[in-house]
């Protein structure tokens, strides 16, 4: 019975040792197929031509193709529920901004999704910061003047957005709590109009991202006061953050990053993790990132959860505070 027992008992840890092996020879050969990356918006915009510009260099470290597959609707959320849905296995990742990762969720009601608990981070790509504007006719030559401008004159001054909900309505509402002003906000569909109007001084203040908000700067169409970051940008080298003209702590940009479904494996997640910190490295790409208007900013997989924790309240925050809900 003991030469049985000691004969199963060796099969048993030979087939242990056999799986554990396999197991290892898996997670080696990943990725053995071409990885699918899924953005919820069209083709064409700075997303996409972030998509494209990690994807070429993403597929040379993997080994192999990288797709991006569009899923445009509801503000991204449609991609999002497509990636959600996915088999938790690194082959389907989420290309996303600002407003999908944590805007969304506390903006509609019934988003089937939770960034915090559907998904599992990879990592963050980029920042994009944001300059905050006047008319020309504004009598505020900086930050401080504004806001004491605004003081003055509560509920009088407009600003501009691209849309209920968004980034450029969100700033600014951070904005006011931060500065204790009364701003109104007027919703416009699309950054174009918002700007033909900031222009024309029908509103008179507005916060747009870094490439658009400095082109008109430098043509003197309008006037950027500061900009949103912890550092200067050197789209505006002269202009001062916010934080460097008096409002202690205020740090607000938006943000891409990658995501796979919950429950990627550990071992699957640092392989890409790992690779995107390669591509990220690279010069060309971080030279290339900044010509398109977006601050190279990697964290690996466990840094962006922790950044994506923390900067999820900040936004529902927000959201609440300008008292949008949409269904």
């Not at 296995?89 to 999908?100: K, P, S, W």
């Not at 002003?181 to 109009?193: F, R, W």
């Not at 938006?254 to 690279?282: E, I, R």
Request: proline share 8%; aromatic share 8%.
């Amino acid at each position: 019975m003991k030469k049985i027992f000691r004969t199963c008992l060796a099969g048993l840890m030979a087939g242990a040792g056999l799986l554990m092996s396999m197991g290892t020879q898996a997670a080696d050969a990943f990725p053995s197929k071409p990885i699918r990356i899924v953005m919820g918006f069209p083709a064409g915009g700075p997303l996409d031509q972030h998509a494209r510009l990690l994807t070429d260099k993403l597929q040379g470290i993997l080994g192999q193709p990288v797709v991006v597959d569009y899923k445009p609707g509801a503000g991204g959320s449609v991609g999002a529920q497509d990636v959600m849905r996915s088999p938790a296995d690194g082959y389907t990742l989420m290309l996303a901004n600002t407003g999908v990762m944590v805007i969304n969720p506390a903006l509609y009601s019934k988003l089937p999704y939770s960034t915090l608990k559907d998904f599992t981070p990879i990592a963050r790509t980029a920042m994009q910061p944001l300059a905050l504007l006047v008319n020309n006719k504004v009598p505020a030559k900086n930050l401080p003047e504004f806001i004491a401008y605004a003081k003055a004159n509560p509920g009088k001054i407009n600003f501009g957005s691209a849309g209920n909900g968004g980034i450029s309505h969100l700033v600014p509402e951070m904005f006011k709590s931060a500065a204790g002003v009364d701003l109104v906000h007027i919703p416009y569909k699309g950054s174009a109009p918002a700007f033909t109007d900031l222009i024309g001084g029908q509103v008179q203040f507005m916060a747009e991202s870094i490439p658009q908000a400095a082109a008109y700067h430098k043509q003197g169409k309008v006037r950027a006061l500061a900009v949103t970051s912890k550092e200067r940008n050197p789209a505006l080298p002269e202009v001062p953050t916010a934080i460097e003209s008096g409002l202690k702590g205020f740090e607000v940009v938006g943000f891409y990053g990658f995501l796979a479904p919950a429950n990627t494996p550990k071992d699957v997640v640092a392989k890409l993790s790992s690779a995107f910190g390669q591509v990220m490295n690279m010069a060309d790409v971080r030279g290339r990132m900044v010509e398109q208007g977006a601050d190279p900013a990697f964290l690996d997989s466990e840094a962006f959860g922790k950044f994506l924790a923390a900067e999820t309240p900040r936004w529902a925050a927000a959201v609440k505070a300008s008292g949008t809900k949409l269904d």
